[in-house]
Every structure is written in structure tokens, then in C-alpha cells.
């Protein structure tokens, strides 16, 4: 038997094995529950994200800011639930926006009624919007960033690391090393707000330090599975790289606190990528070389088909095994009309059909994100592995979108979607309700899905020290 | 009825102003301060009883501090420019991480955001492919490197290369240190091969920290304690970056290793130098612009076919109104006030019928005058202004409101906090003019604090629909009412906001700010207020002429020296 890290790492570049799929029998010890080293088999997390949340209904009504007390809000008790299932615990039945995760059923927890709970200082004014407070509570655990709002630093507003760059890079979740990339970005609309800030990245390393998403199957194919340099040229750029980070190093020394910091973070880039140039490729079952150009945004579920053929592919390879998916952005504007037609007649973009009161308009649209997030898990379970358990059994994928709903801008039942038993550490099948419950028990429950001590989450008011129920201990 | 759609980006200026649509309890309202930098000589077009929310007189400014240095990477435009001036246009420069825009300006994005891995990762792949195709260019790496190196390389051309190329694209001269580590480079790629080892010293070299970000940080200065006053290389590169969007050339690099640009004289006279230079200066003033004004949002306009057969409209539109602002800001030196009032305008096939001046086949712009008598004058009736800010289906006066509030204004807007609905602009069906909806916004008073911001200016130019075509009536046989006011300073239609925009002194004190951060790369501090109430002085006193404006500029102690940054 061979050791799987070694077998990844023990041929340089341009090198090839076939490192099987499914599971290669040869790095599992006899049992097959482990890898053959003695490491736990990896498990992988995933986020999957979609904008402009869910339809509005009466549960979003009242507003839980303080900012604004008695407003009166016109959410009728007659706009019905479409969402939130109406029986707890195990064997919940789908409902209408829910309906395309039917399959998946036993493999998801869907997790209804929490909120972030973190405080909305008074100064500088503005901390409240919406958007980002949905978005930036929902990927960090933490406030928006005292910044006020002025619409353009409003963009970047995160505090901290979003969730998975905290996983990527806490010493407890690679604890075998790292693999190629701790962390994948995909994303497929690209009808943002902006193009750019955090309208457009979901994944953050802190303030300021956006990681935007691929959005091109084509280029994404390519960083991952073109053929590699050679072993001359793989040679030639390391000592580059050694003389370019030494300049870094220098110029760091010269800087003040906050540019040094930037410099630090670019000098662990060039690290990271002077590593995987000699990290062995695995050379895995390639995928499909992607063709088309999937422009526009009808093609979104066909780029999601064959963008997550390559990460699946890169996951199988454990190329990775932390990835986010930015399905759709913050405040959407793929255009789509009542019948759930991208770009058909009568078409209105998706978070502007919020701002209308299209609720008929922005049900389509969640069932298109979450029809998107059905064919992920289809794909993550599509083979199983010599044990009998497929890709999603050893992920966790957390689903979520950026606020309860579009037409208010309500930060209440933010929804939240788990898929995946993370390699047994998850119980699945669940409805959990807890009304005003807080956001970041999802966060918790992750970290501690995925072996991170975490006594709690959860920051400037939000903390939590109580995991979601179908966490096993 | 069918609703013609926006693409992409191409309305996201409509959906911010949707998510500004209804604002309830932003007892602050306006924020910032729309009335700071007033000093200059007109009398101001914000008077009126009351005066307006928020807006408060300004104490006299602290004396000036200067500001830590702001380590801007290079944007991709400036990459772009430096790669084309320092191997020629025909090396082709890949994918780079997209620029982030904050504050209206890629280089603020520049300098307030880190790098990601993967936006590493393509610099390198940049500058292995661009050293590996200016290299396979037997006749171009001659002319790169400049000495005719022997096989295997030798120390005298690789040193000679290493100083001289490393001073071009560092903008500085290369250390001792510096200088032995790429030596030693050049022997760990192997020297049997001169021209692949200058090969990858080169890509090195384009891929290390001193290429990448502009590093000005300055030295003491006896004369000022406490100060740093950027070095010569330091000010020529701020000089050129500025004014060039590119490194130093030569003349500034000469000035610089003189000393010349330790004086606020010799800096003067190499900007004065870079400005007498039409082209490259207004290439430069469009780059600004197009900016400032957000208009690569038109490339993603669609417009009705009958309006754009051709589909170059939003080209059209883009060009007109920037060669507007060149023809006022540069080749005429005029009264930057002008640019709101100007019935001078440029039109091309594309844009005669929609301005109703005399056809012309012509695709390029040629100048015309627009009616005296007619709707339109100044750059916000232009059909590039007109059309940018508005929701996909019709106009949205919140968000043209917005656009003049915040850009042209510099007053800065709340958001509504989160679980206020939407109340209005709810658009088809109601049979309530859009001044009617807005309404709302009157009668609430906590809409009306933030509200009276942006609609009352957005109401005034609804003589023109979301497409710029002038219209008196609306598609359903409406009056179309444009009466609007800019803090208490009543006018009817666009035209008529113009002449307001031209007479309040805040206009041109916004735009000394934008300009001075566009020059900074990064937003003014506090110890800044000075250079900029200083600048707003002498801008009015050459009447508005930019020209003097960016002299000024870059003479100031705000472009000229800074401090060691916190610890």
C-alpha cells in the first residue's frame, strides 16, 4: 500500500499516474475507513450560495432592527409560507420552493427561522442595510464593519474571514497538509450589482482581501487540470519565486502596520503558489475539456452542469476540499419572469422583481438557486467510493442566500440549507425551526462538523455556543 | 407589455437607487458634508430658506497633516500602459485580477485592497508570458537589454541589464542588494544561455512588489520635521502615474536623479511639461472621467433598435461626452463651470436625430451647437448622463437625484434599514406620474429625510425619458412636470439643473476632491482638509480652469509629502 499524500507529492510535475475513480483501493487501509497513513478519509466543505433569499411570506413581518420601530409593515397574514416545511425534525415533506431538493431529502437538514444576531452599532450610521447585513453575518459570524454607509465602501464590509477561508486556513482542518488549493471560488451569474466588492466576491480572507469567483469554465479547467510546466521550467520559476518573495519580504520591512499586512498576505500568496508548483498533480480522470462560451445568463445552469464536473473532478483528485459557489450574487439581476424563464418574456431582474413586489417572479428564481444547488448534490453523489459512500456522505455543504427575502430586505429566516454527512459527523433528513434562533449555530455546527474545536461562534453579539441538533457527538 | 431588459451591470445604478427607494428613520439624512470646500467666489445656489438638510458651515480647516503613504498596486490600465511603453504594443498582456472600483476610482481600489492568491498567481503568469514573449523576439530583447550579452552570460551586460531595465520598470534604481540577488538569480537559472536567463531576471523582475505596487514613501526632510517628503524617483513617478497613467519617461527619470523634483518649482515644470502634451493628456482626462461619471455602464445599455440600428450608441454616447469635458477641460482651458451650462456639443450619426441638430453621416463626432432656445445644455443633458441612471424600464429620479448628490455634490446617502418595502416606483399599472408616487416620500418624514436628498433634483430633469430622448408628455398622455430644486434652488428641467449645478460653489469644490483623491489613490484624511480648502481657492481663482487646478495639485503638500505609516 502506498500512502495517498505520497502518492500525490511523489511525482513532480509532468508526471502521470491514474489516480483512480473512485477511491483508490490502495490508499485506504483494509477496512477501507481510513486512509492507509492512519489520516481520517478527507472531508470536504462546500458553500453554495444564491442571492436576493427567499419569497416573501407573513414569518417575515416586524422588523427585528431597532433602527426603525414602528414602521408599518405590510406583509399580509394571506402570503403563505412557500417555503419553510410544516412538520419538524425527520421526514419532512418538500414544499413548493423546496421541491427541487426532493431528491436529496435524506441527505439535507434545512434549517428555518434564524437570524444574525449581531449588534447594529449606532455610529456610523447605516450599519443596517440589508444586503450586507444578511451577507456579511451569513459568511462571518460577524457585524458589518463599522464603516457607515456610503454606497461605495459599503461594498466591502466584512469584518474577518468568511467561513471558508477560516476553514482553508486553520491548523485543525488540513491536518494532513494542505492540498493544491485550500480553496476553490466558482461562480456562474455574473449579473451583479457591481462587478466587484462584495456584490460580486462571497469569499473573503478578512477586510479588503476578496477572493473573486471563476466565473469562466474554461479558465477554471485550465488552472486545474492543464498540463503543467515541465520540470525546468518548474525549477526556473521556483527560483524566481524565491527572489521575488525576498523583495517582498524587503519591501515589508519598510511599510507601515496596515501595508505591511498587505504585503504579508501577498508573500503567503507567492508561498502557497511556489508550494503547488511542486506539489505533484495527481493525474486524475480528467474532466471534460469545457466547450462553449456560456455567455449570457440562460447558460448559468448549464455553466453550473460544467463547472461542477471540474470541481467534482478536482475533489475526487483532492485538488481541494474547501470550495464556495456563488450560484447567483447579492441583489441578483438575472432577469427571469413568472414561469421561471432566464431572460423570457416579461422578464424583470431578479432583486429589481423584489423591489416590484414580484413575489410570483422571485419564487421561479429560488427555485431555480436551489434547482442549481439539487444538480450539485447530484453530481456529489453520482459514484461511490470502494466503501459504498459517495463524495457528498465525507462533505458538508452549507447552502445559503444573502437575507430572509427581497421585497423588505428582512433579515429574518435567513435560510440555510446543510447537505452531506461530513464523513458521519452529520445526521441528515432534518427540518430544524427555531424561530429568531441565531445564524451562527450553523457556523458552529460546520467548524465542529468538521473537527475544528470550537467552543463557540459568533462575534459583537452574535456569539453561540449551542450546535444545531443533528450534529452527532 | 413587453419590458425591454438591461443586461448585466448595466443597471446596477437602478438597483441601488432601488434599494434606496424607501428610507425610514436615517435621521441623519444627507451625510458627509455637501458644504465643505465652500469658499470659493460664487455666491451659493444652495441658499433658499432653511437651507439644506444636513448641511452645516464649515470651522477653518485644521492646519495640514500629511497623510501615510497609500501603496497603490498598479491597476490594470496602468499595467497595461507600462507594459506597452516599456516593450511595445505588440507584447500582449493576459488576464490580470479585475480592478476593484470603491469611491468611483480603480486606483482608490488599488491601494485600499490586497491582492488575492489567484490574482498572484496571474501576475505571475504574466510576466512569465510576457518575459517569454519579448524574449522570443530575437529583435526586441536586443533592444530590452541593451548590451550585447556573451555565452555564457557575463556580469558586465547582466549588470548593465539588471540597472537600467530595473530602474525603468522600479521606478527607481535598483539596490546593491537588490542587485546581487537577481545576479545571483541569473546564475541559480543557469548562464550557458544568456538570453534565457535575462529572460527569466525579466520576469522576475515584473513580477516582484517594487514593479507591482508604486512604493512612495518618502524621506526626511530637514526643512519639514516629522514630514517625508517623496523622494525625486517618487515624485516623477507620482507625476506620471497621474498624468500619464504610465511609469516616468525619461525626462522625468533625468529631472529625478537631478533633484529637480525636491522643489515644488521643478515638479511644476515637468507637470507643466506633461500637460503642454495634448494627447497623452487627454487620453489621461478620459481615463478620469470615464470613471468619475461610471460610463462603462453604457456598454451594457441596450436601447431601443430604433434609437441604435447599429448598436454603437452607448459608444457614441461615451465619446460625446468626454470629448466635452477634454474640449472645456484642455483644449479650450475653459470654466470647468461650463461643462453644465455648454450648448457646444459633438455628435455623430448616432446622435444628430437624437439631439435634433442638422443630420450628418459622419461616424465620427463632429461639433454642433445645440438650439438656444432648445431643452438641452451641458454635459447632464447629454444622452450619456441621461441614460445611466435609471431603473431598466423608465426613469428613476432617486437615482439620477442620487448620481448629482453623490458625484457631482459629494454628499453621501443612507440606505433604508432592513423590513421597509418597497412603496414606490412600483411602475406599471399605477396611473400615478411618478412625481405622484414620490409623493410618498414627502409625506413620510422619515422617507423625506433622506429622500429630500436625491428626488427633488432627480423630479427636475424628468423632461427627459430613460433613453435621453426629450419628451413634454409620458407614454400615456401625461403632462410631464419637471419642476425640481437643489437644496432650495428651484428649475425646471435638465437644462434648467445645469445652470443651478454651474452656480453652486459645492460643484467644483466636490470636484477638487475627486480629483485630489484620484491623484492620491486613496480617500483625503482629515489633516488634508486644509490642501483641499487651499485648492478650492486657487481654482477659483483662476476661474475654474482645471489646467491650473492640476498644477496646483501636484505642488501641494497634500501630492508632495507624507509620513511614515503607523506602526
Redesign the interface.
Same mark, same amino acid.
Given at each position: 500500500m502506498i500512502s495517498r499524500r505520497r502518492m500525490l507529492r511523489g511525482m513532480l510535475g509532468g508526471s502521470t499516474v491514474a489516480l483512480g475513480l473512485p477511491l483508490f483501493e490502495a490508499m485506504l487501509n483494509g477496512h477501507g475507513t481510513a486512509l492507509a497513513g492512519g489520516a481520517g478519509l478527507p472531508v470536504r466543505y462546500g458553500m453554495f450560495f444564491w442571492g436576493n433569499g427567499l419569497p416573501w411570506t407573513y414569518r417575515h413581518r416586524?422588523?427585528?432592527?431597532t =433602527?426603525?420601530?414602528g =414602521?408599518n409593515?405590510?406583509?399580509e397574514d394571506s402570503l403563505t409560507d412557500l417555503y419553510t416545511p410544516t412538520t419538524q425534525g425527520k421526514g419532512f415533506a418538500v414544499t413548493e420552493t423546496l421541491k427541487p431538493l426532493e431528491r436529496h431529502l435524506a441527505s439535507i437538514n434545512v434549517v428555518t427561522g434564524l437570524e444574525p444576531k449581531t449588534a447594529i452599532p449606532d455610529t456610523p #450610521?447605516?450599519q443596517?442595510?440589508?444586503?450586507m447585513?444578511?451577507i456579511c453575518v451569513g459568511l462571518t459570524a460577524d457585524q458589518i464593519r463599522p464603516m457607515?454607509?456610503?454606497?461605495?465602501?459599503?461594498? $466591502?464590509a466584512v469584518s474577518r474571514p468568511s467561513l471558508d477561508q477560516y476553514i482553508a486556513k486553520h491548523p485543525q482542518f488540513y491536518t494532513d497538509g494542505p492540498p493544491q488549493y485550500r480553496s476553490l /471560488?466558482l461562480g456562474m451569474s %455574473?449579473?451583479?450589482?457591481?462587478?466587484?466588492?462584495g456584490?460580486s466576491s462571497i469569499s473573503h480572507?478578512?477586510p479588503?482581501?476578496?477572493?473573486?469567483p &471563476?466565473r469562466d469554465p474554461k479558465?477554471l479547467f485550465d &488552472?486545474l487540470f492543464a498540463v503543467k510546466p515541465d520540470l525546468t521550467e518548474i525549477a526556473?520559476?521556483t527560483? #524566481?519565486?524565491? #527572489? #521575488?518573495a /525576498?523583495?517582498?519580504r +524587503?519591501?515589508g520591512k519598510?511599510?507601515?502596520?496596515?501595508?505591511r +499586512?498587505?504585503?504579508d /498576505?501577498?508573500l503567503s500568496?507567492?508561498s502557497? =503558489?511556489e508550494r503547488r508548483l511542486n506539489v505533484t498533480r495527481a493525474a486524475c480522470v480528467s474532466p471534460a475539456v469545457p466547450g462553449g462560451t456560456f455567455a449570457?445568463?440562460a447558460a448559468v445552469l448549464d455553466k453550473l452542469d460544467v463547472m461542477g464536473d471540474i470541481l467534482v473532478a478536482a475533489l475526487r483528485c483532492d485538488m481541494s476540499r474547501v470550495f464556495t459557489i456563488a450560484f447567483t450574487t447579492g441583489?441578483s439581476?438575472l432577469?427571469m419572469n413568472a414561469l421561471g424563464e432566464i431572460?423570457g418574456?416579461?422578464?424583470? &431582474?431578479a432583486?429589481?422583481a423584489?423591489? %416590484?413586489?414580484r413575489r410570483d417572479i422571485i419564487t421561479a428564481f429560488s427555485k431555480l438557486n436551489l434547482t442549481a444547488y439539487a444538480k450539485l448534490l447530484d453530481k456529489l453523489t453520482a459514484d461511490k467510493d470502494v466503501d459504498g459512500q459517495t463524495l457528498l456522505d465525507r462533505s458538508l455543504i452549507l447552502g445559503t442566500s444573502e $437575507?430572509g427575502e427581497g421585497?423588505?430586505?428582512?433579515?429574518k429566516e435567513h435560510p440555510f440549507i446543510f447537505a452531506g454527512k461530513a464523513g458521519g459527523k452529520l445526521d441528515t433528513g432534518w427540518h430544524v425551526r427555531e424561530e429568531g434562533g441565531n445564524m451562527a449555530r450553523a457556523h458552529l455546527t460546520v467548524l465542529r462538523a468538521l473537527g475544528i474545536d470550537a467552543p463557540s461562534y459568533g462575534f459583537n453579539g452574535g456569539e453561540t455556543s449551542s450546535a444545531l441538533p443533528f450534529l452527532r457527538a | 407589455m413587453i419590458i425591454s431588459l438591461i443586461s448585466s451591470r448595466a443597471s446596477r445604478r437602478a438597483l441601488l437607487g432601488a434599494s434606496l427607494a424607501v428610507v425610514a428613520g436615517c435621521s441623519h439624512g444627507v451625510t458627509g458634508n455637501p458644504a465643505s470646500g465652500r469658499g470659493g467666489s460664487s455666491s451659493s445656489g444652495a441658499g433658499g430658506s432653511g437651507g439644506a438638510p444636513g448641511v452645516v458651515t464649515d470651522p477653518p480647516p485644521p492646519p495640514f497633516v500629511p497623510s501615510p503613504p497609500a501603496l497603490p498596486r498598479l491597476t490594470t490600465a496602468q499595467y497595461r500602459n507600462v507594459i506597452r511603453d516599456l516593450f511595445g504594443a505588440g507584447i500582449v498582456v493576459p488576464e490580470l485580477e479585475p480592478d476593484q472600483r470603491p469611491y468611483s476610482f480603480s486606483i482608490i481600489g488599488a491601494s485600499m485592497t490586497t491582492v488575492s492568491e489567484h490574482g498572484v498567481d496571474l501576475y505571475g503568469e504574466a510576466a512569465f508570458g510576457i518575459a517569454k514573449a519579448v524574449f522570443a523576439d530575437a529583435t526586441l530583447r536586443q533592444t530590452v537589454v541593451g548590451c550585447a550579452p556573451a555565452a555564457p552570460l557575463d556580469d558586465a551586460c547582466l549588470v548593465q541589464f539588471i540597472n537600467r531595465f530595473g530602474l525603468r520598470a522600479w521606478r527607481r534604481p535598483v539596490t546593491a542588494d537588490e542587485l546581487a540577488r537577481y545576479q545571483a538569480l541569473a546564475g541559480a537559472i543557469g548562464r550557458a544561455d544568456p538570453w534565457v536567463a535575462l529572460q527569466y531576471v525579466t520576469a522576475a523582475i515584473l513580477q516582484s512588489p517594487n514593479f507591482l505596487y508604486r512604493v512612495e514613501l518618502g524621506e526626511a526632510d530637514a526643512a519639514k520635521p516629522g514630514w517625508r517628503r517623496y523622494t525625486g524617483y517618487e515624485m516623477a513617478s507620482r507625476l506620471s502615474f497621474l498624468l500619464r497613467n504610465s511609469f516616468p519617461d525619461s525626462e522625468l527619470f533625468a529631472a529625478a536623479s537631478r533633484g529637480d523634483l525636491d522643489t515644488k518649482e521643478g515638479v511644476l515644470a515637468q507637470a507643466t511639461r506633461l500637460l503642454d502634451d495634448a494627447g497623452p493628456t487627454e487620453t489621461m482626462m478620459s481615463a478620469l472621467y470615464a470613471e468619475y461619471l461610471d460610463l462603462s455602464l453604457l456598454d451594457d445599455v441596450k436601447f431601443p433598435d430604433v434609437m441604435d440600428p447599429n448598436h454603437t450608441l452607448g459608444a457614441s454616447m461615451r465619446g460625446e461626452v468626454l470629448d466635452i469635458v477634454n474640449r472645456i477641460a484642455l483644449r479650450e482651458s475653459g470654466d470647468m463651470r461650463t461643462l453644465f451650462t455648454t450648448r457646444q456639443v459633438a455628435v455623430n450619426q448616432d446622435l444628430a436625430g437624437l439631439y435634433g441638430v442638422m443630420p450628418t453621416a459622419s461616424s465620427a463626432l463632429v461639433p454642433a451647437e445645440l438650439a438656444a432656445d432648445g431643452p438641452r445644455a451641458g454635459i447632464l443633458t447629454t444622452g450619456a448622463l441621461l441614460t445611466l441612471n435609471n431603473r431598466p424600464t423608465r426613469t428613476s429620479p432617486t437615482i439620477r437625484g442620487l448620481f448629482v448628490r453623490q458625484r457631482l455634490l459629494c454628499g453621501s446617502v443612507l440606505p433604508p434599514p432592513p423590513g421597509i418595502p418597497a412603496i414606490m416606483e412600483t411602475g406599471g399599472g399605477s396611473s400615478q406620474t411618478i412625481r405622484e408616487q414620490l409623493e410618498q416620500h414627502r409625506r413620510d418624514p422619515s422617507c423625506a429625510v433622506c429622500h429630500q436628498a436625491m428626488d427633488p433634483i432627480g423630479l427636475g430633469m424628468e423632461d427627459f425619458d430613460q433613453y435621453g430622448r426629450f419628451r413634454s408628455t409620458y407614454d400615456d398622455g401625461q403632462a410631464v412636470d419637471a419642476r425640481g430644486d437643489v437644496d432650495g434652488a428651484a428649475f425646471t428641467g435638465a437644462r434648467q439643473l445645469g445652470q443651478v449645478l454651474a452656480r453652486d460653489p459645492r460643484v467644483m469644490a466636490c470636484l477638487v476632491k475627486q480629483i485630489y483623491r484620484y491623484g492620491s489613490a486613496r480617500l483625503e484624511t482629515a489633516g488634508e482638509a486644509a490642501t483641499l480648502a487651499e485648492l478650492g481657492r486657487a481654482f477659483a481663482a483662476r476661474a475654474f480652469r482645471l489646467r491650473p487646478l492640476l498644477l496646483e495639485l501636484v505642488s501641494s503638500d497634500g501630492f508632495r509629502f507624507t509620513v511614515e505609516g503607523a506602526q
Amino acid at each position: 500500500m502506498i500512502s495517498r499524500r505520497r502518492m500525490l507529492r511523489g511525482m513532480l510535475g509532468g508526471s502521470t499516474v491514474a489516480l483512480g475513480l473512485p477511491l483508490f483501493e490502495a490508499m485506504l487501509n483494509g477496512h477501507g475507513t481510513a486512509l492507509a497513513g492512519g489520516a481520517g478519509l478527507p472531508v470536504r466543505y462546500g458553500m453554495f450560495f444564491w442571492g436576493n433569499g427567499l419569497p416573501w411570506t407573513y414569518r417575515h413581518r416586524g422588523t427585528t432592527d431597532t =433602527i426603525s420601530p414602528g =414602521i408599518n409593515h405590510p406583509l399580509e397574514d394571506s402570503l403563505t409560507d412557500l417555503y419553510t416545511p410544516t412538520t419538524q425534525g425527520k421526514g419532512f415533506a418538500v414544499t413548493e420552493t423546496l421541491k427541487p431538493l426532493e431528491r436529496h431529502l435524506a441527505s439535507i437538514n434545512v434549517v428555518t427561522g434564524l437570524e444574525p444576531k449581531t449588534a447594529i452599532p449606532d455610529t456610523p #450610521v447605516g450599519q443596517s442595510d440589508g444586503h450586507m447585513r444578511g451577507i456579511c453575518v451569513g459568511l462571518t459570524a460577524d457585524q458589518i464593519r463599522p464603516m457607515g454607509y456610503d454606497h461605495d465602501p459599503h461594498i $466591502y464590509a466584512v469584518s474577518r474571514p468568511s467561513l471558508d477561508q477560516y476553514i482553508a486556513k486553520h491548523p485543525q482542518f488540513y491536518t494532513d497538509g494542505p492540498p493544491q488549493y485550500r480553496s476553490l /471560488e466558482l461562480g456562474m451569474s %455574473a449579473a451583479t450589482l457591481h462587478d466587484f466588492g462584495g456584490w460580486s466576491s462571497i469569499s473573503h480572507n478578512g477586510p479588503n482581501s476578496l477572493n473573486p469567483p &471563476q466565473r469562466d469554465p474554461k479558465k477554471l479547467f485550465d &488552472q486545474l487540470f492543464a498540463v503543467k510546466p515541465d520540470l525546468t521550467e518548474i525549477a526556473r520559476r521556483t527560483s #524566481v519565486l524565491d #527572489v #521575488v518573495a /525576498e523583495d517582498t519580504r +524587503q519591501l515589508g520591512k519598510r511599510l507601515g502596520r496596515r501595508d505591511r +499586512q498587505r504585503l504579508d /498576505e501577498h508573500l503567503s500568496h507567492i508561498s502557497e =503558489i511556489e508550494r503547488r508548483l511542486n506539489v505533484t498533480r495527481a493525474a486524475c480522470v480528467s474532466p471534460a475539456v469545457p466547450g462553449g462560451t456560456f455567455a449570457g445568463e440562460a447558460a448559468v445552469l448549464d455553466k453550473l452542469d460544467v463547472m461542477g464536473d471540474i470541481l467534482v473532478a478536482a475533489l475526487r483528485c483532492d485538488m481541494s476540499r474547501v470550495f464556495t459557489i456563488a450560484f447567483t450574487t447579492g441583489a441578483s439581476l438575472l432577469p427571469m419572469n413568472a414561469l421561471g424563464e432566464i431572460n423570457g418574456a416579461g422578464a424583470v &431582474q431578479a432583486h429589481e422583481a423584489c423591489h %416590484a413586489g414580484r413575489r410570483d417572479i422571485i419564487t421561479a428564481f429560488s427555485k431555480l438557486n436551489l434547482t442549481a444547488y439539487a444538480k450539485l448534490l447530484d453530481k456529489l453523489t453520482a459514484d461511490k467510493d470502494v466503501d459504498g459512500q459517495t463524495l457528498l456522505d465525507r462533505s458538508l455543504i452549507l447552502g445559503t442566500s444573502e $437575507y430572509g427575502e427581497g421585497y423588505t430586505h428582512s433579515n429574518k429566516e435567513h435560510p440555510f440549507i446543510f447537505a452531506g454527512k461530513a464523513g458521519g459527523k452529520l445526521d441528515t433528513g432534518w427540518h430544524v425551526r427555531e424561530e429568531g434562533g441565531n445564524m451562527a449555530r450553523a457556523h458552529l455546527t460546520v467548524l465542529r462538523a468538521l473537527g475544528i474545536d470550537a467552543p463557540s461562534y459568533g462575534f459583537n453579539g452574535g456569539e453561540t455556543s449551542s450546535a444545531l441538533p443533528f450534529l452527532r457527538a | 407589455m413587453i419590458i425591454s431588459l438591461i443586461s448585466s451591470r448595466a443597471s446596477r445604478r437602478a438597483l441601488l437607487g432601488a434599494s434606496l427607494a424607501v428610507v425610514a428613520g436615517c435621521s441623519h439624512g444627507v451625510t458627509g458634508n455637501p458644504a465643505s470646500g465652500r469658499g470659493g467666489s460664487s455666491s451659493s445656489g444652495a441658499g433658499g430658506s432653511g437651507g439644506a438638510p444636513g448641511v452645516v458651515t464649515d470651522p477653518p480647516p485644521p492646519p495640514f497633516v500629511p497623510s501615510p503613504p497609500a501603496l497603490p498596486r498598479l491597476t490594470t490600465a496602468q499595467y497595461r500602459n507600462v507594459i506597452r511603453d516599456l516593450f511595445g504594443a505588440g507584447i500582449v498582456v493576459p488576464e490580470l485580477e479585475p480592478d476593484q472600483r470603491p469611491y468611483s476610482f480603480s486606483i482608490i481600489g488599488a491601494s485600499m485592497t490586497t491582492v488575492s492568491e489567484h490574482g498572484v498567481d496571474l501576475y505571475g503568469e504574466a510576466a512569465f508570458g510576457i518575459a517569454k514573449a519579448v524574449f522570443a523576439d530575437a529583435t526586441l530583447r536586443q533592444t530590452v537589454v541593451g548590451c550585447a550579452p556573451a555565452a555564457p552570460l557575463d556580469d558586465a551586460c547582466l549588470v548593465q541589464f539588471i540597472n537600467r531595465f530595473g530602474l525603468r520598470a522600479w521606478r527607481r534604481p535598483v539596490t546593491a542588494d537588490e542587485l546581487a540577488r537577481y545576479q545571483a538569480l541569473a546564475g541559480a537559472i543557469g548562464r550557458a544561455d544568456p538570453w534565457v536567463a535575462l529572460q527569466y531576471v525579466t520576469a522576475a523582475i515584473l513580477q516582484s512588489p517594487n514593479f507591482l505596487y508604486r512604493v512612495e514613501l518618502g524621506e526626511a526632510d530637514a526643512a519639514k520635521p516629522g514630514w517625508r517628503r517623496y523622494t525625486g524617483y517618487e515624485m516623477a513617478s507620482r507625476l506620471s502615474f497621474l498624468l500619464r497613467n504610465s511609469f516616468p519617461d525619461s525626462e522625468l527619470f533625468a529631472a529625478a536623479s537631478r533633484g529637480d523634483l525636491d522643489t515644488k518649482e521643478g515638479v511644476l515644470a515637468q507637470a507643466t511639461r506633461l500637460l503642454d502634451d495634448a494627447g497623452p493628456t487627454e487620453t489621461m482626462m478620459s481615463a478620469l472621467y470615464a470613471e468619475y461619471l461610471d460610463l462603462s455602464l453604457l456598454d451594457d445599455v441596450k436601447f431601443p433598435d430604433v434609437m441604435d440600428p447599429n448598436h454603437t450608441l452607448g459608444a457614441s454616447m461615451r465619446g460625446e461626452v468626454l470629448d466635452i469635458v477634454n474640449r472645456i477641460a484642455l483644449r479650450e482651458s475653459g470654466d470647468m463651470r461650463t461643462l453644465f451650462t455648454t450648448r457646444q456639443v459633438a455628435v455623430n450619426q448616432d446622435l444628430a436625430g437624437l439631439y435634433g441638430v442638422m443630420p450628418t453621416a459622419s461616424s465620427a463626432l463632429v461639433p454642433a451647437e445645440l438650439a438656444a432656445d432648445g431643452p438641452r445644455a451641458g454635459i447632464l443633458t447629454t444622452g450619456a448622463l441621461l441614460t445611466l441612471n435609471n431603473r431598466p424600464t423608465r426613469t428613476s429620479p432617486t437615482i439620477r437625484g442620487l448620481f448629482v448628490r453623490q458625484r457631482l455634490l459629494c454628499g453621501s446617502v443612507l440606505p433604508p434599514p432592513p423590513g421597509i418595502p418597497a412603496i414606490m416606483e412600483t411602475g406599471g399599472g399605477s396611473s400615478q406620474t411618478i412625481r405622484e408616487q414620490l409623493e410618498q416620500h414627502r409625506r413620510d418624514p422619515s422617507c423625506a429625510v433622506c429622500h429630500q436628498a436625491m428626488d427633488p433634483i432627480g423630479l427636475g430633469m424628468e423632461d427627459f425619458d430613460q433613453y435621453g430622448r426629450f419628451r413634454s408628455t409620458y407614454d400615456d398622455g401625461q403632462a410631464v412636470d419637471a419642476r425640481g430644486d437643489v437644496d432650495g434652488a428651484a428649475f425646471t428641467g435638465a437644462r434648467q439643473l445645469g445652470q443651478v449645478l454651474a452656480r453652486d460653489p459645492r460643484v467644483m469644490a466636490c470636484l477638487v476632491k475627486q480629483i485630489y483623491r484620484y491623484g492620491s489613490a486613496r480617500l483625503e484624511t482629515a489633516g488634508e482638509a486644509a490642501t483641499l480648502a487651499e485648492l478650492g481657492r486657487a481654482f477659483a481663482a483662476r476661474a475654474f480652469r482645471l489646467r491650473p487646478l492640476l498644477l496646483e495639485l501636484v505642488s501641494s503638500d497634500g501630492f508632495r509629502f507624507t509620513v511614515e505609516g503607523a506602526q
